[in-house]
């Protein structure tokens, strides 16, 4: 996909467990790893603490025939992978559907799709 290397930014392709869904808009990701939060006290700055944090693959997406926005609602356990014009590939496995149910603007028939997962890595 990035045979130039000054190709930043740009097109990208999403699948789910193999379906390809048109996208919209924008697409974005987080890989998974940790939270820092800085501990401190009135007598100084004692150190950190780390918490996992789990990876998230998002894009806005196109309402198309084979698009069952009720199946996607109810989604866990599917792997979402990422390809973007750089040449990254992002996969995400055994992902699940988070945030409100799906809601569709058919004005232009877009919707807006989110998943995370403790396993998104970027190659």
Known sequence: M?????RLAGTAFITV???SFAISGEAAYRP????RETLGGPDGVHG???MPTAGRISFKGRDANHVQIGLLNEAT????VLVLANGK?????NMWRVGDPIEV???DGTFPCDWE???????
């Open 2 to 6: 990035a045979d130039d290397p000054n």
């Open 17 to 19: 467990n193999g379906v």
């Open 32 to 35: 998974s790893g940790s939270t």
């Open 48 to 50: 950190f603490k780390e």
């Open 77 to 80: 356990n599917q792997t979402v």
């Open 89 to 93: 590939t992002i996969v995400g496995r």
């Open 105 to 107: 603007n058919t004005e």
């Open 117 to 123: 997962s403790p396993d998104v890595k970027e190659s």
